[in-house]
């Protein structure tokens, strides 16, 4: 009975380096909600559903095929419509996700998010995450419940993206619509589409075909291992809020936020983050108050340039969403105006 236990060993032993037998990598999911995980009373219903119905454990059955690719493992961080989504909940999202990095045998994470503020939370986790290994974001714009939902194939393509050693020190990505873009400059850029997700200047590192992962760039954008900000043992992230510039926008909405002792701004103003007389006046006193104000613009595209006559920090090509979680990740650093602007230019 020794003897064939030893040679049973030995059998397995030279059978897998053989065949060339390997471990399947090993992918935790973390689930937020959002409507990948949505249901509907009627499967041709894709708005007016419910967010955040369906357990992470839920969507890993719906599609079985993720177990050919990797070994699969799902946690429930929350169960939320993301337009509900907090700083509380994206600074524990971003503790956990580096807990489960930090792991020997944990080769990648991918999380389910909604898609309302799934640019956000990526981008912070972008900026928070201490690990070159892949962090995939992913999402549906049709609940689960849907004719033709598109949940389960986002699914299967971030894990595959996860999986795969290509990814590694890519930053934070987005894998949705067969596309593969960079957190740092991917947006929600329409209601309902399927392709609501663009990358409209910048462009995709990649696309997935046939269920292959086909990368063609990185980005120069420092992020995560290489990023400066640390939020691992912290409990509370600064308070930023937004302002958003148009005509006739009036001074009191600054008076308010200096009332509320929040640490800053971010203005949307027009053009060119161009501000007004009236939110100039506002800005001025923003700021005399010691509340860090940066200058972004609601366009949606294009590159703040540093100015001479607006007051601010310039928000560089970051949309104002992302660039006040820039600035509250920043803040935990420094509140000096000029490194600040060093980060717009550099994160």
């Known amino acids: 009975m ?8 030995t059998l397995f032993i030279v059978s897998t380096v053989c065949f060339g037998e390997t471990k399947l990598p090993h992918i935790v999911i973390l689930a937020t909600g959002g409507t990948i995980a949505g249901a509907a009373p009627s499967n041709t219903q894709t708005t007016d559903y419910k967010a955040g119905e369906l357990s992470v454990q839920a969507l890993i059955n719906a599609v079985p095929e993720l177990n050919s690719i990797a070994q699969i493992e799902g946690e429930q961080i929350a169960n939320i419509d993301s337009k509900n989504m907090t700083s509380d909940i994206i ?14 045998d944990i080769d990648g994470v991918v999380i389910t998010h909604g898609t309302d503020t799934l640019e956000e ?31 389960p194939m986002n699914l299967l393509e971030a894990v595959t993206v996860a999986a795969d050693p290509q990814s590694q020190g890519r930053g934070v990505m987005v894998v949705i619509n067969d596309r593969i873009a ?25 696309v997935v075909v046939g269920g292959t992962p086909k990368f063609a760039s990185k980005i120069d954008k420092i992020h995560t291992k290489n990023a ?38 971010v203005y949307a103003g027009s053009g060119d983050g161009s501000v007004s007389d009236r939110s100039l006046y506002g800005i001025n006193q923003a700021i005399d108050a010691g509340i860090v104000v940066v200058r ?7 590159i703040v340039s540093d100015s001479l006559i607006d007051p601010g920090i310039a928000s560089d090509s970051l949309n104002p969403v992302k660039a006040r979680i820039l600035l509250m990740t920043a803040l935990i650093q ?14």
């Open 2 to 9: 020794k003897y064939k236990v030893i040679f049973m060993a």
């Open 91 to 104: 600074l524990a999202l971003s503790q956990r996700v580096n807990q489960l990095l930090a792991q020997d």
């Open 121 to 151: 939370t990526a981008y912070f986790l972008n900026l928070t995450v201490k690990s070159d290994k892949p962090v995939v974001f992913t999402a549906a714009m049709r609940p689960a419940t849907a004719i033709s939902a598109d949940g």
């Open 182 to 206: 960079s957190a740092r400059f991917i947006s929600k850029t329409n209601t309902t589409t399927l392709d609501a997700f663009r990358a409209t200047e910048q462009g995709y590192l990649g």
């Open 228 to 265: 400066i900000f640390d939020v691992r043992d912290i409990t509370r992230l600064p308070e930023v809020v937004i302002l958003y510039g148009y005509q006739d926008d009036p001074v009191y909405l600054y008076q308010a936020v200096i009332a509320n002792k929040a640490d800053g701004i």
């Open 296 to 302: 972004s613009s609601r366009t949606g595209n294009g």
């Open 334 to 347: 420094t509140r000096d105006p000029a490194l600040l602007q060093q980060y717009f230019h550099t994160y």
